[in-house]
């Protein structure tokens, strides 16, 4: 299997990003046709751990969530992974508050936004975690 994996590497290629194949086929990685067979489950859950980790980095790397504590961490990881650490950087009063440890405001500014009307209970949710400091399952 091993030389197997080597050749079909060789012939396919890694590409990083989505692009169109040959058949004009939604394709990634070593030539896997996201049309035809898309992912797992597992495979999906892989890519959301490795995401998870990094999204988490981001925010350790770019906000003090020293007051934080797991839940509300995971909040602002949460935003990350939807919005991009970029995106997330740009609600300056919930970062500010956050590192305040103003909880309910953090929850005020978050609701406050065009994100909350654009995910609608995900952002109701999160305010409340942040909020609360308990975990909204």
């Avoid at 080597?6 to 040959?22: D, I, S, V, W």
């Avoid at 490795?50 to 509300?72: G, H, M, W």
């Avoid at 990350?80 to 005020?108: C, D, M, P, R, Y």
Wanted: glycine share 8%; proline share 1%.
């Amino acid at each position: 299997m091993e030389k197997q994996l080597q050749q079909l590497k060789r012939h396919e290629g890694f590409m990083p990003n989505a692009y169109l194949c040959t058949q004009g086929k939604q394709t990634i990685g070593y030539g896997r046709n996201l049309e035809d067979r898309g992912i797992t489950e597992d495979e999906a859950l892989y890519l959301l751990r490795n995401d998870l980790k990094y999204f988490t980095e981001q925010v350790e790397s770019n906000i003090n969530t020293s007051k934080c504590n797991p839940a509300r961490k995971a909040v602002l990881v949460n935003m990350a992974f939807n919005l991009g650490i970029s995106g997330l950087l740009k609600f300056k009063n919930t970062i500010a508050a956050v590192q305040a440890g103003q909880w309910e405001t953090a929850a005020i500014e978050m609701l406050n936004s065009r994100w909350a009307v654009q995910v609608g209970s995900r952002a109701d949710e999160l305010a409340d975690q942040m909020a609360t400091g308990e975990w909204q399952l």
